[in-house]
């Protein structure tokens, strides 16, 4: 069993709190309600377009579109580390 992010971790720890008796599959469960959550909080969009020279009113958008696009990556990263964890258990 390797070892997890703390993030992923945590995740994980929920899930056999919640739920003891799907052992091994936990991580997968964990996985699959992390990518689920990811589509819904931080849906996948379009790269808003960028002005060749923006004042701070045009380029917004993009710096908000940055930012959910980081954190849907970091919640799909925690998804994929735990189905890498629910692989090896299986």
Same mark, same amino acid.
């Given at each position: ?30 996985? /699959?309600? !992390?990518? +689920?959550? #990811? ?9 808003? =377009? ?22 849907? /990556?970091? !919640?799909? +990263?925690? #998804? ?9 258990? =299986?």
């Amino acid at each position: 069993m390797t070892d997890l992010s703390p993030q992923a971790q945590v995740v994980l720890d929920a899930m056999y709190e919640v739920n003891m008796d799907f052992g091994g599959e936990n991580a997968t469960l964990a996985a /699959a309600a !992390l990518e +689920a959550a #990811a589509d819904q909080v931080v849906p996948r969009e379009r790269q808003p =377009d960028v002005p060749d020279f923006p004042d701070s009113d045009q380029i917004a958008p993009y710096y908000k579109w940055l930012c959910r696009r980081h954190i849907r /990556a970091e !919640l799909l +990263a925690i #998804a994929a580390e735990l189905r890498g964890q629910g692989d090896s258990n =299986d």
